[in-house]
C-alpha cells in the first residue's frame, strides 16, 4: 500500500496514519521525520539540509526531495508507506511524481480528509502538549484528557496549549493551507487518485483506505 493523506491540520492525519501502520506494518514518512533522520545519520544530502535547519530557512524542494528518495529506498518502504503531510505544493507533488516514476514506484491512492472548520477548531484548541521536551505526549482536553488535569500522565509534568494552536493561529494555518495545500486535491483528483472521505471519524477514513485498495 503506497498512499499519500491530504488534509488541514487538525484533520486526523496522524491518527489515521497510525491506524494504517498498525495494520500493515508499513512507516509513516513526514517531512519533519525524514529532514530530522538525514541530519541525525549525518548523510550528505542530510548535513546540506542541516545549514538550511540551522538559520531558520525553509529546506529547499531539490534538498527534500533528494532526502526523499533515499527514504523511499529503504527496506521498510519495499511493502509501502504512508505519506503524511508531503507534497504540500504543486512543484513538490510534479517532483514527487517524477521521483515515483524513476523508483519505479506505483502509488495507490491519495485520500483527502475532508472536516469542517469548526470542527477543526474545536479539535486543535482544546489540544494540549506535555512541557518536557523528552515527551511531548499530546493530549485532548474533550475527547482524550489526562487523568490528572493540567498534568501529563505519562511523565507528570505540565501540559500545555501550544503557540500555534490558539484560535487565531488556527485560522492562519488554515489560511495557508487553502492557498498552498488545498490545490493539491485538484492536482491529483486529474491524476486519477484521488478519494475525498469526510473524517468527522478516524476509523471511517481508515476503513474507506482499506476498501478503495482491497488490501
Known sequence: ????????????????????????????????????????????????????????????????????????????????FILDGFPRTIPQAE????????????????VNLEVPEEEIIKRLTSRRTC??????????????????DGICDKCGNPIVQREDETAEAIKYRLETYQEKTAPLINFYEQEGFLETVEALSSKVVFDKIVEKTGK
Open 1 to 80: 500500500m503506497k498512499i499519500i493523506l491530504l488534509g488541514a491540520p487538525g484533520s486526523g492525519k496522524g491518527t489515521v496514519a497510525k491506524l494504517l501502520v498498525e495494520k500493515f506494518s508499513i512507516p509513516q514518512i513526514s517531512t519533519g521525520d525524514i529532514l530530522r533522520g538525514a541530519v541525525s545519520a549525518g548523510t550528505d544530502i542530510g548535513k546540506k539540509a542541516k545549514e538550511y535547519m540551522a538559520k531558520g530557512d525553509l529546506v529547499p524542494d531539490e534538498i527534500i526531495m533528494g532526502i526523499m528518495e533515499e527514504r523511499l529506498q529503504k527496506e521498510d518502504c519495499q511493502n509501502g
Open 95 to 110: 517532483s514527487l511524481k517524477k521521483l515515483l516514476a524513476k523508483l519505479g514506484i506505483n502509488l495507490d491512492l491519495v
Open 131 to 148: 512541557s518536557n521536551a523528552k515527551c511531548q505526549a499530546i493530549y485532548n482536553v474533550i475527547s482524550m484528557p489526562p487523568k490528572q
